[in-house]
């Protein structure tokens, strides 16, 4: 099930956005399910991560409008997908590619355009949906991949270094503060099992999932959380490279 989020401040759009997007997805055999607000505050006043796996945005809306929506959600959710739906390309179309959208879509050819990006969200939504399972001590852990900032090695040990707590995905772990898994298990072999699922090799002992970048700089990356890693010399091009595959989508 694709959860979309339809935002737009004029209701009769909204509401035929969410119409043509259920009868093509019916057609497609996708299961979606929409759900109409009138506002940008009203949207973020009522969201709650997890609630919705996509966002269809009108850009220019008053008082509140994409731009400030999609700060707002990308601080909460990284991993949130936004498409942005608009009447036409204008100078504020551009600035919106800072939030790596999965796309633009044109209300006056929205119904010629939805099957494709529906066909691009539903592989979106397999890729961000999938769990690892990592053994840890003598326990088993299912994790979701996009909940993975950054996985370390440290010699014979691997972190996973999550964005909830440990105890968020499993009763084993009862310290509400930790926020890292220790795997006995070694970089290379985690790196083939999950790297076309959007992890970054930037150093011989650091992967990094795409979603939870900010900024690349020159020696280092930042993730949204604020940490800092750093990157290879010899690695820097291809992490760019890498990094505008996997957000191009």
């Known amino acids: 099930m694709i ?5 737009d401040d004029e209701l009769a759009i909204a509401n035929n956005v969410s119409k043509i997007t259920q009868i093509h997805a ?17 949207f973020l006043d009522q969201y709650n991560i997890g609630d919705y796996d996509v966002i269809f945005l009108d850009i220019d809306m008053p008082e509140f409008n994409g731009d400030m929506l999609s700060a707002e959600l990308i601080k909460i959710d990284p991993s949130l997908l936004l498409v942005y739906v608009t009447n ?26 939805i099957d494709s990006m529906l066909n691009v969200l539903r592989e979106k939504i397999i890729n961000i ?25 440290d010699r014979n040990y691997t972190y996973f270094y999550m964005s909830q707590p440990i105890s968020h995905y499993s ?7 930790q926020s890292f898994i220790k795997v006995r298990k070694k970089m290379d072999l985690i790196e083939v099992e999950i790297e076309k699922y959007g992890f970054i090799r930037i150093h011989a002992s650091i ?3 795409y979603r939870w970048i900010y900024s690349i700089h020159k020696n280092e ?9 750093p990157i290879s010399r010899s690695r820097k ?12 989508g």
């Open 3 to 7: 959860r979309i989020a339809i935002v």
């Open 26 to 42: 019916d057609k497609l055999n996708i299961p979606v399910s929409t759900t109409v607000y009138n506002s940008g505050r009203e």
């Open 88 to 113: 036409y390309c204008n100078d504020e179309v551009y600035t919106m590619l800072k939030y790596m959208p999965i796309g633009f879509m044109r209300k006056p050819l929205f119904e010629k355009e």
């Open 129 to 153: 949906q999938k769990t690892y399972s990592i053994q840890s001590g003598r326990n088993v852990i299912h994790i979701p991949l996009k909940d993975v900032i950054y996985i370390e090695s």
């Open 171 to 177: 009763n084993y772990y009862t310290n509400k503060e």
């Open 207 to 209: 992967l990094v999932n």
């Open 221 to 229: 990356i930042e993730t949204d959380n604020g940490k800092k890693l």
């Open 237 to 248: 091009v291809e992490v760019e490279n890498k990094f505008m595959y996997f957000s191009r």
